[in-house]
């Protein structure tokens, strides 16, 4: 039987990159922001297909266009999920070439910010009572770094407009969710932080597979570390309100001291060194 699986957490946190590492396997895979549960949602109430809120429009349009004639009124909503997704995973997308597996075990979408909303989660749990959750986390100061380098590119659309500190409430403000879901689901939500998928992919990887139930294969944990290149980037200290600090603790991210230049490239170096010994 094949299980849904969706990524959920925060932007600019390894997300993407957490995407490529589980497609190494050959029992799993996830798209890269196919919007299916947001598309779902829409469709089996019988709205217009509009951008979530919190996102711009460009993967549900790409997955309407290439996927859309797959959606049919007298399918559950399950039924259309493994349709499209399917067709997804084999055609292959902007983002992630075309894969066959046939021995597929999970099959899912990654949509940070989308999983958690309280009526996309609600529709999920209904509609797909056996789906789970990764969770990847990474220290707010350089989620707020990453939005600023990928706004100044041509595709960037990312908390537009917000100040340092706003980010900071918006990053705390998804991670609450995240919480209250773990709470709510200890079993079927798993959590790693992206700093540590970045020291020690092997091990990190492995207990994802674990928590998904499928054999780490050896050939897909020396590609991942092959792939994983880590780089640190200079950050600066943010203001933010107590709560955001607090959440930030849980994780053991330290907001008082940003990363400068020099500790920026000891970080890097030192990560390099690890993931060798790793391999």
């Known amino acids: 039987m094949i299980r849904p699986l969706f990524i959920i957490g925060n932007k600019r946190s390894g997300t993407s990159h957490l995407v490529r590492l589980l497609n190494l396997h050959p029992h799993v895979f996830v ?3 196919s919007d299916i549960a947001w598309i779902l ?23 309407l266009e290439s996927a859309g004639h797959l959606l049919q009124r007298n399918r559950a909503p399950s039924e ?19 894969l066959k597996k046939p021995d597929l075990l999970w099959i899912g979408d990654k949509k940070p910010f989308q999983h958690t909303d309280p009526r996309i989660l609600s529709f999920i749990l209904n509609q797909l009572p056996d789906a789970h959750f990764l969770h990847i986390v990474r220290h707010p ?13 041509r595709d960037g659309d990312f908390w537009l407009e917000f100040s340092p500190r706003e980010k900071m409430e918006r990053w705390a403000f998804h991670e609450k969710r995240v919480q209250t879901l773990r709470q709510t689901l200890k079993d079927r939500v798993h959590s ?6 970045c020291r020690r992919t092997r091990h990190e990887l492995s207990a994802v597979f674990k928590f998904l139930g499928v054999a780490p ?14 780089a640190v980037h200079p950050t600066r200290v943010i203001q933010c309100s107590a709560e955001a600090a607090r959440i930030a603790r ?12 020099l500790r920026a490239l000891g970080k890097s170096i030192g990560w390099r060194v690890v993931q060798r010994f790793e391999r």
């Open 80 to 98: 259309n999920f493994m349709a499209v997704q399917r067709h997804l995973m084999e055609k292959g997308t902007p983002w992630l070439g075309p």
């Open 41 to 63: 949602y829409q469709f089996h109430r019988n709205r217009p297909f509009r951008a979530h809120a919190w996102d711009s429009e460009k993967g549900m349009r790409f997955t």
């Open 31 to 33: 798209s890269h922001e």
């Open 192 to 197: 790693l932080r992206y700093e540590d998928l």
């Open 141 to 153: 100061f350089d989620v707020v770094a990453s939005s600023d380098r990928f706004n100044r590119t």
């Open 250 to 261: 849980l994780h053991g991210y330290d907001v008082r001291r940003p990363t400068n230049r």
């Open 217 to 230: 294969i050896p050939q897909a944990l020396e590609e991942a570390s092959r792939q994983t290149i880590p």
